[in-house]
């Protein structure tokens, strides 16, 4: 185990030491989308103008998804699994941007994207490659970002894609027992 923590710590640090002009850039406006849950809102705001039938469950589900991962990053496990921010336990690691005190395991930003891409591609049945390939680069370049900034380590980002995986597998197990009326077309 303590082989595995130098590891995270040291890929960290090689992370978080990349720093320049262009991709603080570029990871500040990737946070800032991803912060707050501004990228999912909108998303939402796009389903309700955009589609016409079952508009209600699919952004009843895309936010349900969105509050279990809430509910079960922010306040159990990162609880239970307690672990210090890097810029709480390592010494010279580079701040960009806002400075959070709470624990650091699981990335709950990675774990909502994580989740809200796949409730998407699963209420929308979105198998194209583009989606695929793109919500993968998303997730990877968003875990990436939180390293860069400073505040995760590389296993945090893997524990919120798990986080994420597990959480949207229960909200889509939930969908299916749930009987809904047949939907004609989803944009329609």
Known sequence: MNLLIQLDVQLF????HLQNRFLDALVLGINWITEGGLL????????LIFCKKEKKRKIILIL????INSWLVNVP??????????NE???GVKILGKIWSNNSFPSG????SVAALLILAYLFRIRQRWFIFSSITFILFSGFA????GMHYPT???GGIIVGLVSSAVIIWLDKQVKFPEEKNEFG
């Open 64 to 67: 349900i998804t969105l509050l």
């Open 40 to 47: 999912w809102l909108l998303i939402c705001f796009f389903i």
């Open 109 to 112: 930003h990675i774990a909502a």
């Open 146 to 149: 939180r390293v860069y900034v």
């Open 89 to 91: 336990a390592i010494e």
């Open 13 to 16: 640090l090689l992370i978080n």
């Open 156 to 158: 945090d980002v893997l």
């Open 77 to 86: 496990l990162k609880l239970f699994l307690f672990r210090t921010r890097p």
